[in-house]
């Protein structure tokens, strides 16, 4: 049983550029949560999707935008990068409704020059 | 608002006993425990329901005192295995996103 998977595991970029990182959630799950991750920090809440909809948004600028597919995976965009959003890039999918623990991917580590 | 955790690091010798602590200002509906290990990612160990429902495994326990909203990860006889970051994630509604407190690093010695 696959669990959380992320691509690409590292990505550098220069400021001002967009990203875009991807997310397969556990096999059985509907709800994909990212999550931003500074160095030494506890995971930030960014956004949660659900039945493909934005279901819940953290204290992030409207830079930081998603999508989720019919089949439950999920995409993280950031635009106009910024030095300050190198960070590791959470992805965790669980089951809504279901007081469902988060299952975490490995995380996309994010470099911006 | 973001949860309290202490000891902010602890430094144990294998075998020995360690007690990590998560507070909260606002009213907690659950508490998350998650362990991450350097370069990985964080792995769930717990949830505390409000009413007191919990779940867990192993010599890893944990209590949720709803008077203090307060939540207290016991590790016992610890493991080389249990060193890591321990990050508590707390949830104010059913069904809301988590809040992740900024994580006890411990480290257990041979």
Known sequence: ?113 | QQPVQSPQAVILREGEDAVINCSSSKALYSVHWYRQKHGEAPVFLMILLKGGEQKGHDKISASFNEKKQQSSLYLTASQLSYSGTYFCGTEYNYGQNFVFGPGTRLSVLP
């Open chain 1, 1 to 113: 049983d696959a669990g959380v998977t992320q691509s690409p595991t590292h990505l550098i970029k220069t400021r001002g550029q967009q990203v875009t990182l991807r997310c397969s959630p556990k096999s059985g799950h509907d709800t994909v949560s990212w999550y931003q991750q500074a160095l030494g920090q506890g995971p930030q809440f960014i956004f949660q999707y659900y039945e493909e909809e934005e279901r819940q948004r953290g204290n992030f600028p409207d830079r930081f935008s998603g999508h989720q597919f019919p089949n439950y995976s999920s995409e993280l965009n950031v635009n106009a990068l910024l030095l300050g959003d190198s960070a590791l890039y959470l992805c965790a999918s669980s089951q809504l409704n279901f007081d469902s623990p988060l299952h975490f991917g490995n995380g996309t580590r994010l470099t911006v020059t």
